[in-house]
């Protein structure tokens, strides 16, 4: 069974710019979960979705936001990109509430 | 919400030494899982143990639940087992897990 898969690897955008990174997850899988990592505050939970619907959410500013498609598949979205949105953003799937699969992640860089 | 604390931050072995990273926990978990970051950033699963005791190959772990702890054993390390590795539990209904500060382990041959 393929794993978790996330597109783009990598990502270099400018301040103000807004970016869209793809997660699809686990055949069979519906719930997909999306965290951040910085050297700083370490892994961060941002938020996750199950059946197209945001079950929980993480303490990120309102520019971070999410959807999942009918195909479980997930995009996250962050608008007006900031230097401190610099990360490794990784997301996961689950096919109930228990073990967590990642995918490689995407390394965004803002400048 | 949960809190979740490794030790100890950083590790140094030998090859060949066994070794013993700890995870504290400050609520009942429904979900705890241990990960080892590749280089690349993948976080690679080790073990789902919310409570029990299980192994796989050299490492094991254990988590007494009712004492809030885990425990991930590594016997006769090796040079490829270097790297980050994170503790993270969930206590919630759904998937948001809490993770630890992680364990730095360099194993030097």
């Known amino acids: 069974k393929a794993g978790v898969t996330q597109t783009p690897r990598y990502l270099i955008k400018t301040r103000g710019q807004q970016v869209t990174l793809s997660c699809s997850p686990i055949s069979g899988h519906r719930s997909v979960s999306w965290y951040q990592q910085t050297p700083g505050q370490g892994l961060q939970f941002l938020f996750e979705?199950?059946?197209?619907?945001?079950?929980n959410k993480g303490n990120f500013p309102g520019r971070f936001s999410g959807r999942q498609f009918s195909n479980s598949r997930s995009e996250m979205n962050v608008s007006t990109l900031e230097l401190g949105d610099s990360a490794l953003y990784l997301c996961a799937s689950s096919f109930s509430d228990a073990e967590q699969y990642f995918g490689p992640g995407t390394r965004l860089t803002v400048t | 919400g949960i809190q979740v604390e490794q030790s100890p931050p950083d590790l140094i072995l030998q090859e060949g030494a066994n070794s013993t990273l700890r995870c504290n926990f400050s609520?009942?978990?429904?979900?705890l899982q241990w990960f080892h970051q590749n280089p690349w950033g993948q976080l690679i699963n080790l073990f789902y143990?919310?409570?029990g005791t299980k192994q796989n190959g050299r490492l094991s772990a254990t988590t007494v639940a009712t004492e809030r702890y885990s425990l991930l054993y590594i016997s006769s390390s090796q040079t490829t087992d270097s790297g980050v590795y994170f503790c993270a539990a969930d206590n919630n209904a759904g998937n948001m897990l809490t993770f630890g500060g992680g364990t730095r382990l360099m194993v030097k041959p």
């Open positions: 979705y199950f059946s197209e619907t945001q079950r």
């Open positions: 609520d009942s978990v429904n979900n």
């Open positions: 143990i919310p409570s």
